[in-house]
């Protein structure tokens, strides 16, 4: 499906191929005016791309064909061994986790997981996890906790679920207690934010000493259509929410909210996910060298400086 | 976020406007209630029970011990991201601060509660809908801080529709922020209470309100994570009856007790007493 | 409901009290015969109070009116403090505890709650929690631990539930991780074992420095019933499974499962509760007294002694 | 506890007496099978892939790197408590030790599983319906003290009814004993995996089998607290297909992974070369 604003793109795209095909079949020497588009192309596609807005920013971190936590624990990671269960209700599967290799140090992943078709989609509840998957992301902390190596996180999630059941289960209590565990880890903790950051059910697992975010991603305490919704009391407005949450990864960097941000190919990471990955795993290999001098202690209280001084307030 | 409550209905507590000044008239059962009786009953109807919002001054009043209680919150709010929706932050801000006094939702400082140390911090429904912005974030870390220095137990009273939208990820932050902050009274065995009001959600329960060693509701309180209006939607279909009430969440084990307001200061006085380290036993008190 | 081994005893009661009406009624002086039959009755009290087999014993220790959790509670104890939950499912009403101070000293309480009539019993799930009970019990664990204050526990179950719901939200894993949970307490833990110490069920939060037991109270791997029903493939065969399984106060202190055996009046607990919780407190004060002196570590370290010795084995 | 199943059905794997000695039939398909090819599949069925129970011995060959086993456990069982129900305990003990050659229901060592060090203790179903007595459970303290004193893995493969009943409450002690032990490898940052097989019940999977840091499954194997028997009696209703086997406490998130046992050994030395901080990154092993 492509994005609206993707359509000049991809019909000129459409075009070029259409010479190309003529060329060939008839024989007709078109080099020219195919040189000619290409060129006009790499043009739009500038023009598009470099002036991308918010919600043109939040359509490219929905894009099917983004890579998935999966995805980059298959690319970026070695001999990922996913783990499973709460070991109290349930395994969600909107939250994957377990231990894997990056470039042979031991690390412990969790991840927001969405699904990569539309069935995959509905069994991952479209990366809206329940309290159970919270508390899966607890466990993997205590064993990064208990063995000392390092925990990385992964986000994409349009929320944590509203539902009933989740209601029930305490998904308010869950939110706040991951928040605390992930807080007090004893080892060093990266995110990468890499597509939505939905609110708490994203925070629940952000609580790194570090928080990348790739370079069309989101993150902010809503999304564009619900803030919309409440404020403009019309979620068509959404661009205009999109627009005034500051939620692109260069707002967030200068509100501090996150560290550095990782740059995508040209048209978003699902137009080259290798290289997107590539690139998020040289910013992970460097932010944990960054960490790697620093003792249990040390970055705990590094943690907890990062966040203590987050937030704009005058003294009277 | 569950701002929309706000949205729909401003005033923070009881009173028509077609009842005259000296009387004001019951939200659940319509009794007509007379103001002063209304007050001293702590906003409680004499006839049906039920318990109506409160002003945050008010709760202060009902806790602290009379005389001690030191006002600390003087924060003011910025709009850090220019927000503007159909109205600027700024002059939303500005129309709040007017109306309540205060430069932000929240209302706190030093007392004696029982007899025990405290820092007490009352979250104010009023203001924005008691939306946890960086001033609501930052009280709340400045009051664990001076706990855990002065050796107080910590006491917050949340009434909050979620999180200040108009800041956004800032506004986030301050779930991580204030959760952290706990930590320090962990480190000192102080004890931390929290009292769920009509309503707590989003990022406030989420955070800080679920952490507190022991956990009190008011009857009635709607009390989670979403608003009621966006899981209504997401799962096209009614709510149950009493979803995400006070008595619901007790018998899903996320609060420890239930408490009539009336009897709310003597039980959060027995917790108080007996987790602060400092205090002795001193029977009937 | 009399118990069956002890008609006589009542029938006898009856009957004195049926002379001594007689004698008020009609004024004949019955004094000799009365005190004859009083006599007998003292003897015949002895006699079978003080030959109680296992399974007597067992019966005693679910007579309706036999002290309850609560009643501890409200008797031995001051200022109880209810605390309800698990943060995560429910409240289990076959588990209760909080904060409650014994002769002013700060303790923190959790016992297995029976009801006192037929419908409290079914509220209470005749004391068999579920998985949320003991979640609710280790929230309690870690609120001893956090404040440093002495941790106790009232044991009376017929067992954890067996049902559907309970397997499903992992009742053998949450009864591992209490056991686990009370082993890690650095706070002095005594346990009494007031009525019924139905297997695991039990142990999840008997797992104490001490473990004290009423005199008339039964605590073993499996219930005489369940036993006789396996190995005799009759659950009729229940006496003769109490008597195998040395399930009695005296036998558990010989095998040290047990440090000490606190009195009952005559006749079981619910006889004299009042005098039953009396004794239960001096020996509950006598035994944190004992405890008092040692350091959070030491007391995890006897602990762990406590248990690394029990069992019988032979080396090669 | 969940002898019950022991003695219904005292096999201990496939095989009745009606097809000769050179065959075997899957207990869930029926399929004859070649004893030798049953063996060598690791006593799963080539047809179904039904995994069938597997003698003690065999699953230490399975482990255990080749010649690096050296087997520890050797503790005799008494008879505490003089128990006699049908038959006297000790000679039920005498039986099964002759059935079995092994002093009790558990066989363990030291060995290097994939190069780890490791102790590694496998539970004998033919043993007294695996059930935990003293032996059981002090060879599992001793096991995992070893482990933490010579910087190995532990691996526990669970097979168990349940606790010893004539132990009685020396039995249940084990419960605490083990799960005590564990805190041992705690201390050294030393990992600790569990492996469930038919069937794990009672206080066996109410202990040590349950706090594994990492728990696989075998498919199809019973697991849980009760047993099935005392559930249906409880309930008085049908147990819903699938109930407490593997995939149903994958499914609840009981286990990490419900892993094919021709899998299993290479799974098993994943997690333990992850965990085991003494072991290096080797890509393929
Ligand atoms: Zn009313
Ligand atoms: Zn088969």
């Known amino acids: ?316 | 976020m569950a701002l929309e409550r706000l949205f729909r209905r401003k005033r923070p507590s009881g009173g028509g406007r077609d009842v005259p000044e000296l009387w004001t008239k019951c939200e659940a059962c319509g009794a007509q209630i007379y103001k002063k009786e209304f007050q001293e009953n702590l906003h409680v109807c004499p006839k049906c029970g039920h318990h109506h919002r409160m002003p945050a001054e008010e709760r202060v009043a009902m806790l602290a011990d009379p005389g001690t209680f030191q006002e600390t919150t003087r924060l003011r709010p910025l709009d850090p991201l220019g927000f503007v929706d159909t109205k600027p932050y700024a002059e939303r801000l500005k129309a709040y601060q007017g109306e309540t006094g205060r430069p932000d939702a929240i209302l706190g400082g030093t007392c004696a509660i029982g007899g025990v140390p405290a820092v007490l911090l009352v979250m104010d429904y009023a203001f924005a809908g008691g939306s946890m912005g960086s001033v609501v974030g930052e009280e709340i870390a400045r009051g664990a801080e001076r706990a855990a220095e002065e050796g107080r137990a910590l006491v917050i009273v949340a009434a909050s529709g979620g999180a200040r939208m108009q800041e956004a990820a800032l506004s986030l932050m301050q779930m991580a922020k204030t959760v952290m902050s706990l930590d320090l009274l962990w480190g000192k065995r102080l004890p931390y209470v929290s009292v769920l009001t009509d309503p707590t959600t989003g990022g406030v329960t989420a955070s800080f309100a679920a952490l507190a060693d022991v956990i009190f509701a008011e009857p009635g309180a709607l009390i989670g994570f979403a608003g009621p209006r966006v899981i209504r939607q997401t799962i096209r279909q009614e709510l149950p009856e009493g979803f995400q009430r006070a008595e619901f969440l007790l018998k899903h084990g996320m609060v420890d007790r239930v408490t009539d307001r009336r009897r709310l200061k003597r039980e959060v006085v027995q917790a108080l007493r007996h987790l602060h380290p400092g205090v002795p036993y001193a029977p009937g008190v």
Chains 1, 3 share one sequence.
């Open chain 1, 1 to 316: 499906m492509p994005l609206e604003f993707e359509k000049p793109i991809l019909e000129l795209e459409r075009r070029i191929q259409e010479l190309k095909e003529t060329a060939k079949a008839t024989g007709v020497d078109l080099q020219a005016e195919i040189r000619l588009l290409e060129e006009r192309l790499a043009q739009l596609k500038k023009e598009t791309y470099g002036n991308l807005t918010p919600w043109q920013r939040v359509q490219l971190a929905r894009a099917q064909g983004r890579p998935t936590t999966l995805d980059v624990l298959e690319k970026a990671f070695q001999d990922f061994l996913e783990l499973h269960g709460d070991r109290a209700f349930a395994d969600d599967p909107a939250i994957v986790g377990g231990l894997a290799y990056l470039e042979g140090e031991k690390v412990v992943v969790v991840g927001h997981q969405k699904g990569r078709d539309t069935k995959e989609n509905l069994q991952r509840n479209f990366g809206m996890p329940h309290p159970e998957g919270y508390r899966k992301a607890m466990r993997l902390m205590d064993l990064a906790d208990r063995f000392g190596y390092p925990f990385l996180t992964f986000v994409d999630t349009p929320g944590a679920y509203p539902g009933v059941s989740a209601e029930e289960r305490g998904q308010a209590w869950v939110i706040a207690q991951s928040i605390q565990r992930m807080s007090r880890l004893r080892v060093p903790a990266v995110t990468v934010i890499l597509g939505e950051g939905g609110s708490g059910g994203a925070l629940a697992i952000a609580v790194a000493n570090r928080v990348l975010i790739l370079e069309n991603a989101w993150y902010s305490v809503i999304s564009p259509e619900s803030c919309a919704a409440i404020l403009w009391r019309d979620a068509k407005e959404a661009p205009k929410a999109a627009e005034a949450l500051k939620l692109t990864a260069k707002d967030l960097l200068a509100q501090k909210v996150v560290d550095a941000v990782i740059p995508e190919p040209e048209g978003g990471a699902h137009k080259d996910p290798d290289r997107a990955i590539q690139n998020l795993k040289e910013a992970l290999l460097k932010t944990l060298e960054e960490l790697k001098g620093l003792s249990p202690e040390a970055l705990y209280q590094d943690r907890y400086r990062r966040f203590r001084r987050l937030g704009a307030y005058a003294e009277p």
